[in-house]
């Protein structure tokens, strides 16, 4: 993982070329103002001020040059992220500022997955002073969960199983002193017996699982984080076709949330007590997988009709949701790369969020602002609970007719979802299929920084 916190430090007056950012509406003002070697450069270099320019304004001498960026009138945290990945290696600070939020967007845009490549990327050691002493180590912290998230999505199926899924939550763990919790095997298809279904037609290395952690002091608000551990779908035997299952590693994206919050949540100490769920396993192809028709019977004894193999995130979590709710939390959050629904009406950037508690739902849409970390909530439309119905099993798992399907999805969830316990459900991409600045292609945390900045407020640390 890359050094974050090498690359932001305390400003103490060391020597370091400053950083000035001028919005295009006050370009013309600003340049007027500047010496004629600065306008000389501009006019050479169509520097305008449009958001993402940048200019290398000259000084007294080889030495003194100085940075100019463009910027929009709403300042983002990526503000900083395309100028981190241009320029050389070397100390810079913000004229007349502290970077504040943008800091955050620097850390990022030195992101580097290089796991499986001969000669990895270098990535230059451009360091961001700051005067916000305070804000440090939380922007490291973001950047490190934000890292975490997008590195287990990168890494193929054939090095992210369950078992490599468990690995990482024992990793993290242990470096919280927290406890690990595992099911599988007899106890997993006895116990939650919809995670085992799914799982059941994958080798046996990659066995399907029930990760568990459990942190904190149990005399604190209990909260549970789940997050779907598919780590590869194929879609069973309603296979997808080859453009959909490309690239499915990513559907354990879900998992990479909730290890990445856990994490936080317990390297900040908040005062919770912490249960992580992730239920882990692969949606195969062979002679035992479960099959259309098939009636499951979930943990909390409900049946389900199989309508579709590839609608089987929603199984996993359901049984996973009536695991959290026995624990009697204060409050439930789940992750899950769950339906192509939510990405046909929302696109990639927005994860659409549900909620049953319209408190908690406006803490998420203000911090999502806040955060720059876009959600968009989408209705528990009651009315289509009778999309699930089925003539021979409690609901079936997948409506027929496509019609809102992450709506329908949600709705699924609700049933295994305790009543009267707060429950929030991101339908994340956790991908991005072009880069933009600080966020390169690939694995991508999406939702992540507004569900910790809530449980932060919620839960401020002692």
């Known amino acids: 993982m890359t050094d974050f916190a090498a690359l932001l430090q305390p400003d103490q007056g060391q020597s370091a070329k400053t950083i000035s950012i001028v919005r295009k509406a006050d370009f013309t003002e600003w340049l007027s103002a500047q010496p004629e070697r600065t306008r000389t450069a501009a006019l050479a270099s169509r520097f305008e ?243 259309p028709g098939d009636i499951l019977k979930s943990r909390n004894g409900m049946t389900v009709e199989i309508d579709n193999t590839d609608a089987e995130g929603r199984l996993i979590l359901a049984d996973a949701l009536t695991k959290a709710g026995e624990g009697e939390p204060e409050l439930i959050i789940d992750f899950a790369t769950l339906t192509g629904a939510a990405r046909v009406a929302l696109g990639p950037d927005l994860p659409a969020l549900f909620c049953n508690d319209e408190a908690l739902a406006d803490e998420l849409n203000n911090a999502a602002l806040v955060e720059h970390d876009p959600v968009w909530r989408l209705p528990l439309w009651s009315g289509y609970d009778d999309m699930l119905k089925s003539d021979i099993a409690d609901i079936v798992n997948s409506s027929e007719g496509g019609m809102a399907g992450a709506i329908t999805a949600a709705l699924f969830l609700r049933k295994f979802v305790p009543a009267g316990t707060p429950w929030a459900h991101f339908d994340t991409w956790a991908w991005r299929a072009s880069p933009k600045p600080g966020r390169p292609k690939g694995g991508e945390a999406l939702g992540l920084r507004a569900a910790w900045a809530v449980l932060k407020a919620r839960y401020p640390a002692i």
Do not use: C
């Open 49 to 291: 001020g449009n958001p993402g320019d940048m200019l290398i304004a000259p000084g007294d001498t080889t030495a003194e040059w100085s940075v100019i960026l463009g910027d929009s009138e709403d300042r983002s945290i990526w503000t900083l992220a395309s100028a981190a990945t241009r320029l050389p290696e070397g100390h810079y600070r913000l004229a007349n500022e502290s970077p504040g939020e943008l800091a955050l967007g620097w850390l990022l845009a030195h992101y580097r997955f290089g796991r499986y490549l001969s000669k990895p990327d270098p990535s230059p050691s451009r360091v961001l002073l700051t005067s916000d002493l305070a804000s440090i180590s939380e922007h490291v912290r973001v950047a490190q969960a934000t890292s975490l998230v997008r590195d287990l999505v990168n890494v193929p199926a054939a090095d992210m199983g369950p078992a490599d899924l468990q690995h990482e939550a024992e990793a993290i763990a242990k470096q919280f002193g927290a406890a690990v919790l595992l099911t599988k095997g007899h106890d997993l298809e006895v116990g939650y017996p919809m995670v085992h279904a799914v799982g059941q037609a994958a080798e046996k290395r990659n066995a399907p699982r029930l990760i568990e952690i459990e942190w904190g002091n149990p005399a604190h608000p209990r909260v549970a984080i789940i997050g779907k551990g598919v780590t590869f779908d194929s879609g069973g035997l309603d296979i997808k076709p080859a453009s959909g299952m490309r690239i499915m590693k990513k559907d354990m994206g879900g998992a990479a949330h909730a290890l990445a919050l856990a994490r936080l949540i317990m390297d900040a100490r908040l005062p919770v007590r912490l249960h992580m769920i992730v239920p882990a396993a692969e949606n195969a192809i062979a002679g035992n997988a479960f099959r």
